[in-house]
């Protein structure tokens, strides 16, 4: 049996888990729950009836399962009269107002609409509705990025209330505009208009960004822990020096004194919500880093109070050779050195929203509305389905439609992410945020709002980030064993110690315990793997390598799928002029065949009259005076040089004068276009004279980064939205294997899907618009520093020279990445294991040894300096 059914009920990863334990406790079952979707896939080699399903889940009160396609209203339900019902989306995707008076499926997700009747009074019913669901409706409130209670959102800032993880944001979808007068900027409106003082038209004016509220937050109190952890830290360590400055200036217990003030702002006000979430995993019993820091740390400034206030409670072994122990400046400098690893997780998870902004910005906010003889300024928010809208030449197209009069080259590489702009007439599509060339059209608007091309990919790229779950950091896994074996140990410690029948038992026993605590902040263990990441990153900077955030550089090393868009990552992106041909070779060299293209072309520009353009400067070619000249649309260029009659286009230009091409010349035209190439014909008094090939050429280094790539055993696949001939040319040219053609941005992002259900750790390196869904869905997404600031902005890793070697470069680092990191925690993990014994006392009875706080101090500052001194080692690795 391998089935797949829908839950219904399910909001939040606890409701997740749930179903699947219980599913799985059936005989011979393996079920694979998914919150997003709903749906549950069960294999098994018995065959469970759907009842059989149901009455395993009974216990749990409001889950109920159904065929994947089965109409909930089959349930039996008391529904008066079901033909005439209310019908309304289960998953409430337009909010519970919307209703429907006819069956189908929902607009949004696709989802069976059911009878308002079914659901009234179901439990089920009830958890759903009670939990928002993030849309762009939700844009601006707050969300918890480890998904704790599914999709629920919160309308302000602050930790979550189940992992106490700070809120993220949740980015707006739609350009915020507003129209002022320049000359009365008090005159303000949310549409274009006249100033009513003026006359003048009012301008639009984006509204200033918020900044992120989260890592403003958390930089103000980094700020404010440094200032207060500095003096702790000196006034602590200071005697250290030789001469022991510090005792000579101020007395021990006054510099104790000095030492909890310090602390106290540390503990209370910046890194409070450590200690919070450290409870909150305590409470829920998942334990993870801050389980960890609040146990080491607290245990550290609870045992220094104990010794500040009452230092003859301690045991005179514990403070006879060097005076009342205190941890106030451990305290300080592990939980600021924390503070700084959130600060920076902060400003990485900001990239999502950056990338979205600037698509946002692609979409114009304006629009020219035909209204009869007369055509008004509106905002695009106002445009509706049939509208006719005036386009004029270089304006970006407002909204997705239909072309119902004239006709131009529009650039659509946000969509297909090729350079060469594709020639529209009527009844063509045209997409809205696409640039439109030098003529001007009119057009029908189709599709508006959510249902646009550009508002789908803000959308994909939205979708993409929230939907990929948080990478479990090494540290949490190894704090959910560490930290019941220490919180163990110091239990083992008491009681031995309390019952071995010493003079201050309990004293001496609960000293004992703390020093194990202590002993085992984790200061060289939250170090290990920061401090490896720091140098790593710092090295790929050098390298031409940024890498934004520490999670996706442990990932990288994990990657055995790589991804490619062709335009501008494998090739140049821009097109180039690959080489000139003259069929008159009596009268026309191929010099003058540039010279004659180029001059004609000066006024053009269009792409292929700029490559043209940029040959004929490379060749120091001088420009001839043009006269006459005329662009037509979708067909090339014409005009008068001299005496001569220019014409230069495409074969429906030629045809449209009655110049007659020669089968030697179609030859050469059908085999530059095998080649790749988009060809430009030259006819000079109706007679063709030359062709210019014009192409987007292969990056020099890219044959050897594919190889290198392959050599590491990693699968490199091409996505690209050109054509099958031209990207099966490219692959031939850098050795890759599997090619995708003709691609949408969506289609790249259901293709990377594809790879990582096949179990792939896939990256995706790509430099356009059209790549930013898909690089956000990748495992690790790779942009090329050449390319638009919304690939960079969607990708963790940027590569500052577009040169794909740097993506097996970055892959080395990673592995040497991690191989520095198990190198750290081995320092850290062997402190421990010493430590902890010692700590206990199980020295003492043998030797009369027990660890003294200044033997505490030396033994945790050597395991740093350990672990600092082998991640300085990374700096002279070589990645070559």
């Known amino acids: 049996m391998n089935k797949q059914y829908k839950i219904w009920g399910m909001t939040c990863s606890g ?37 059989e399903l149901q009455e395993q889940l009974a216990p749990l009160a409001h889950y109920e399962i159904h065929e994947v396609d089965a109409e909930v209203e089959q349930v039996p339900v008391a529904i008066a009269d079901s033909a005439s019902s209310t019908y309304v989306c289960p998953m409430y995707c337009e909010g519970e107002e919307k209703t429907y008076s006819e069956k189908g499926r929902c607009p949004v997700c696709n989802m069976h609409l059911v009878p308002i009747e079914s659901l009234v009074g179901n439990d089920a019913h009830q958890h759903r509705k009670n939990t928002p669901q993030p849309s762009a409706s939700n844009a601006g409130k707050y969300y918890c990025p480890m998904m704790c209670e599914g999709d629920k959102v919160y309308d302000t800032f602050g930790s979550c209330p189940v992992c106490g993880m700070n809120l993220e944001k949740i980015p707006e979808l739609t350009l915020q505009v507003v129209y002022s007068c320049p000359m009365h900027p008090e005159v303000q409106q949310d549409h274009p208009g006249n100033c009513p003082i003026c006359g003048m038209d009012l301008l639009a004016n984006q509204t200033p960004e918020s900044g992120d509220p989260v890592y403003q937050d958390l930089r103000k109190k980094l700020w404010i822990s440094v200032a207060f952890t500095l ?15 510090v005792s000579r200036l101020i007395a021990p217990q006054t510099n104790g004194w000095i030492q909890l003030l310090l602390t106290l702002p540390v503990v209370f006000y910046t890194c409070r919500m450590f200690f919070e979430r450290a409870w909150t995993s305590f409470r829920s019993w998942k334990l993870n880093m801050f389980s960890l820091i609040g146990l080491g740390a607290g245990a550290a400034f609870l045992y220094s109070l104990l010794a500040l206030f009452f230092p003859a409670v301690l045991p005179q072994e514990h403070t006879a050779h060097h005076g009342v122990p205190l941890y106030f400046e451990s305290v300080c400098v592990i939980l600021t050195l924390v503070l700084l690893g959130q600060l920076m997780e902060a400003k990485a998870h900001a990239k999502t929203s950056s990338a979205i902004k600037e698509l946002i910005k692609l979409s114009p906010h304006e629009a020219i509305r035909i209204e009869g003889a007369e055509e008004k300024r509106i905002a695009v928010s106002a445009i509706r389905v049939g509208d006719l809208l005036r386009v004029r030449p270089g304006d970006k197209v407002p909204i997705d439609g239909e072309i119902t009069e004239g006709g131009s080259s529009v650039d659509e590489s946000m969509i297909s992410g090729e350079p060469l702009p594709i020639e529209k007439y009527v009844g063509d599509t045209v997409i809205g945020g696409t640039l439109n060339g030098n003529h001007s059209f009119i057009m029908k608007a189709k599709h508006i709002g959510s249902n646009t091309m550009l508002a789908q990919i803000i959308q994909l790229v939205n979708d993409a980030s929230r939907s990929q779950a948080p990478i479990q950091k090494r540290s949490d896994k190894i704090s959910s064993i560490f930290v019941p074996i220490v919180i163990g140990a110091a239990i083992l410690t008491f009681a031995l110690w309390f019952f071995a029948g010493h003079e201050d038992r309990f004293a001496f026993a609960f000293t004992n315990m703390i020093a194990v605590l202590i002993v085992a902040c984790p200061c060289a263990l939250g170090l290990a793997t920061p401090m490896s990441v720091m140098v790593g990153i710092g090295k790929g900077a050098k390298n031409g390598i940024l890498i934004k955030n520490a999670a996706s550089f442990e990932r990288l090393q994990q990657v055995d799928t790589l991804v490619v868009d062709k335009t501008g990552t494998l090739t140049e992106g821009k097109p180039q002029v690959s080489y000139v041909h003259t069929f008159d070779t009596a009268k026309f060299k191929e010099a003058d065949v540039l010279q004659i293209a180029a001059s004609v072309n000066k006024s053009s520009s269009h792409p292929l009259a700029n490559a043209m353009l940029q040959q004929a400067k490379a060749k120091s070619l001088q420009l001839l005076d043009v006269i006459q000249f005329e662009n037509i649309a979708g067909k090339g260029v014409s005009g008068k040089i001299f005496h001569m009659q220019v014409l230069l286009g495409n074969r429906k230009l030629l045809r ?28 000079i008094d109706q007679q063709c004279v030359g062709m210019l090939a014009v192409s987007d ?37 850098t050795g890759i294997k599997q090619v995708h053609s003709s691609m949408l941005p969506a289609d790249k992002l259901d293709e ?25 869905q990748a495992d690790i997404g790779i942009a090329m520093g050449t390319g638009t600031d919304i690939a960079i902005h969607s990708a963790e890793i940027t590569l500052v020279k577009g040169d794909l070697s740097g993506v097996s470069k970055a892959i080395k680092l990673s592995h040497q990445m991690i191989q520095n990191v198990k190198q750290n925690l081995a320092f850290a993990f062997l402190y421990n294991v010493i430590g902890i014994p010692v700590a206990a006392g199980i020295l003492y009875p043998a030797f009369g040894i027990l660890m003294s706080p200044m033997l505490a101090a030396a033994a945790m500052s050597l395991s740093s300096v350990s672990v600092i001194l082998n991640a300085w080692r990374l700096n002279r690795s070589t990645l070559d």
């Open 15 to 51: 409701c997740q888990a749930s179903v699947q334990r219980k599913l799985n406790e059936l005989e011979g079952v393996q079920a694979n729950v998914t919150l997003e979707t709903g749906l549950v896939d069960i294999q098994s080699e018995k065959k469970y009836t759907l009842a």
């Open 231 to 245: 003096p702790v830290f000196l006034l602590a360590m200071g005697d250290m020096l030789p001469g022991a400055p």
């Open 656 to 683: 449209d004068h009655h110049i007659a091409l020669s089968q030697t010349i179609e030859q050469e035209i059908a085999q530059a276009e095998q080649q790749g190439h988009s060809v430009s014909l030259l006819a």
């Open 697 to 733: 050429e292969v990056k020099a280094s890219s044959r050897d980064a594919i190889a290198a790539l392959q050599q590491l055993g990693i699968s490199v696949h091409m996505f690209t939205g050109d054509n099958e001939q031209s990207a099966q040319l490219v692959a031939q040219k």
């Open 752 to 776: 990377v899907k594809v790879l990582q259900q096949q179990h792939k750790v896939v990256a995706m390196a790509g430099d356009g618009i059209n790549d930013a869904p898909a690089l956000t």
